[in-house]
């Protein structure tokens, strides 16, 4: 039979975000209040308004005839496609998401959750991170998940601790400086 007869799977099917580290296993999707609320909007936005128009579009499209060289029907299944996975996959994040309000910590020089750190390397270099959940780490912002290495060394110590981390570049001391914590939002 012909190559040009034989379909391929997708792996588009898949329920994980490509990119996204997955959770370890038997701990919980800490998420601040902030970052839920984000997914959430996306969540929404995908479901009122980005769906809809592409629904629109392949049905213009599909009336138009022949769909096997249908430009906008084959892009828009596609585009289909992709929202509803990231609608799958931002729907079994916030079910999963435990909302844990960094705030509560305020005025603590321990590290939990949430926490703005500065640290010194070994070398003088100082470097500040912010400890967030895995859905919502950025590290073109200097934020990083809980569960990185940096995350999980930095975690219940103190100003003044000086701990040992372990990269790929070998064991390095590093010493914590300042830890602070954002400000109580509004009350609902």
Do not use: C
Not at 145 to 168: E, F, N, Q
């Amino acid at each position: 039979m012909s190559k040009a007869f034989t379909r391929e799977t997708d792996h588009d099917d898949e329920d994980e975000a490509p990119g996204l580290p997955p959770l370890p296993a038997g701990t919980k999707n800490y998420i601040t209040p902030a970052g839920y609320a984000r997914l959430r909007d996306e969540l929404l936005k995908l479901i009122d308004e980005e769906r809809p128009k592409v629904v629109e579009i392949v049905h213009w499209a599909a009336s138009n005839g022949d769909r096997s060289e249908n430009g906008d029907y084959i892009y828009g299944k596609k585009r289909l496609r992709e929202i509803d996975r990231r609608i799958r996959f931002l729907t079994q994040r916030l079910e999963i998401a435990e909302v844990t309000d960094a705030s509560v910590h305020g005025g603590s020089d321990q590290v939990f959750f949430g926490a703005r750190v500065r640290y010194a390397q070994a070398d003088g270099v100082e470097r500040t991170v912010t400890i967030l959940g895995v859905d919502e780490a950025d590290s073109l912002l200097q934020q990083v998940s809980w569960i990185a290495p940096i995350a999980r060394t930095l975690l219940k110590s103190r100003v003044g601790d000086v701990l040992k981390l372990v990269s790929p570049q070998g064991v390095q001391e590093i010493e914590i400086l300042d830890v602070s914590y954002p400000e109580p939002g509004p009350k609902s």
